[in-house]
């Protein structure tokens, strides 16, 4: 058996003006993953997600389905006209459409998992991997930045622009851990409908919006100093300042709004939404000492669920 996993991710700071071309950091969130196994299997390509209630036959899939989606490029990519009998598994514990990458990380697992079964080990580079899962994540929101493939693939924080011909991928390593709470407002939200949403936006008022992505890469780059110098009152004041642009671009919501008043008001360092907003997550700076007040507060605010994790 073979088998892959990947995390799920947060928009630490940039996430729609980087779709713009501005700089944005993400980073994984190790303790949520995605898992993919292949096994050696009989009459065609089978595949199965027990969370879901899926089992499919490749040969059956509708062109949009997730997964044979992912299996599909993988079979380009490697020049097969046809793959051999085996059956793909798939589970994750990453909520779905929470701005946590969880189809990003599927397909990463899904992309990995399988062209190491192919022993195509030339695909199953982080770098290969990456690419792969954004030619599918494409087919979903239209006009990804790629930040979201390339955190899930690469598994470590990143400083990302979206360029030509290549996107700049950097990754990096945080000084002092970074102690964050993700707060589930518990409204699922559509990241190709906010960002269809913003685009609208910027194209009745481009000066307006082109204003504020600029606001939103100075903060990442000023929050990139701020990560490597171990600055986390610093990174707190950013992340509140990034909010209030997101708020500007009409991205962020009521609920949102409350948790990141709750965490705030109880303690935090900073706080905003993560990813593409209207619904989701949002994420809150703490400390040691704070981390248990602030997570009270949110729940007591109304989130759904508070996931803890230290960005190190
Ligand atoms: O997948 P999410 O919800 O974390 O949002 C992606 C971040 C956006 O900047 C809104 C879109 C993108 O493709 O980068």
Redesign the pocket.
């Known amino acids: 058996m073979i088998k892959a996993t990947a995390p799920g ?3 630490l700071f ?6 713009y071309g501005r700089p ?1 950091i ?1 980073v994984p969130v190790s303790q949520v993953r995605a898992t993919a196994t292949v096994v050696p299997g009989e009459g065609g390509v089978r595949l199965v997600a027990p969370d879901l209630g899926l089992q499919l036959l490749l040969e059956e899939a509708p062109e949009e389905e997730a997964l044979a989606a992912a299996v599909r490029q993988v079979q380009r990519a490697a020049g097969l006209t046809n793959l051999p009998d085996l059956t793909i598994t798939v589970y994750s514990d990453i909520p779905i ?5 969880s ?2 990380a599927i397909t990463a697992a899904v992309v990995r998992a399988l062209a190491k079964y192919l022993r195509r080990f030339d695909l199953s580079s982080d770098d290969r991997v990456s690419a792969l899962t954004y030619e599918v ?1 494409k087919f979903y ?1 239209g ?6 493939n390339s955190v899930v693939a690469f598994e470590q924080p990143i400083y990302f622009v ?1 360029r030509q011909p290549q996107n700049l991928v950097e990754t990096f390593s945080v000084t002092t851990p970074l102690r964050l709470l993700i707060g589930d407002t518990g409204l699922r ?1 559509s ?1 190709k409908a ?2 269809m949403d ?1 685009r609208r936006q910027w194209e009745a008022s481009p000066t307006t919006f082109e204003t504020l992505f600029d606001g939103c890469g100075r903060i990442t780059d000023m929050a990139r100093a701020a990560i490597a110098a171990g600055n986390v009152t610093a990174i707190g004041r950013l992340m509140d300042e990034n909010h209030a642009l997101l708020q500007a671009m009409t ?1 962020s919501s009521a609920e949102l709004n409350r948790l990141v008043a709750a965490a705030r008001h109880s303690g935090a360092l900073g706080a905003k939404l ?4 209207r619904g ?1 997550n949002m994420i809150a700076l703490v400390t040691a000492e704070t981390e248990t007040i602030v997570r009270d507060a949110l729940m007591a605010a109304g989130a759904r669920s508070v996931l803890a994790t230290v960005i190190q």
């Open positions: 991710k947060i928009i940039g996430e729609h003006a980087v779709v944005a993400a459409a929470s701005g946590l990458g189809g990003a994540e929101h006009t990804p930045s790629g930040i979201d979206r939200s990241t906010a960002v913003v991205v993560s990813g593409a907003g989701g």
